[in-house]
Nanobody
Framework: QVQLVESGGGLVQPGGSLRLSCAAS????????MYWVRQAPGKGLEWVSA????????YYADSVKGRFAISTESSKSALFLQINSLKTEETALYYC???????????WGQGTQVTVSS
């Protein structure tokens, strides 16, 4: 029943920006941990950002602090990630994920590809 559908990825030059979207359905949006996680080519999953939708607490990996911003439009059950000043090494498949308890990832989207290249 739970569905997470990412969009907004694309090809950008180094230093460019993108706004990623995650459309959520099949669960009550409020009261969940929502995450953005990425996987670069040949590498493992890397947690990027998180938001608790009960109180809108936000968290970021050190590597993206000051450049990325997670946000929601709760009335639309939507999660966003504004990504600025992109670096070439941040080329990755970016996933939206959900956890009901904060201890594990319960649901994943299909991912949206972000390619940073000149």
């Amino acid at each position: 029943q739970v569905q997470l559908v990412e969009s907004g990825g694309g090809l950008v030059q180094p230093g460019g920006s993108l706004r990623l979207s995650c459309a959520a359905s099949g669960f009550t949006f409020s009261g969940n941990w929502m995450y953005w996680v990425r996987q670069a080519p040949g590498k493992g999953l890397e947690w990027v950002s998180a938001m608790y939708t009960g109180g809108y607490n936000t968290y970021y990996a050190d590597s993206v602090k000051g450049r990325f911003a997670i946000s929601t439009e709760s009335s639309k059950s939507a999660l966003f990630l504004q990504i600025n000043s992109l670096k070439t090494e941040e080329t990755a498949l970016y996933y939206c994920a959900r956890s009901g308890n904060g201890y594990q990832y319960d649901d994943w989207g299909q991912g949206t590809q972000v390619t940073v290249s000149s």
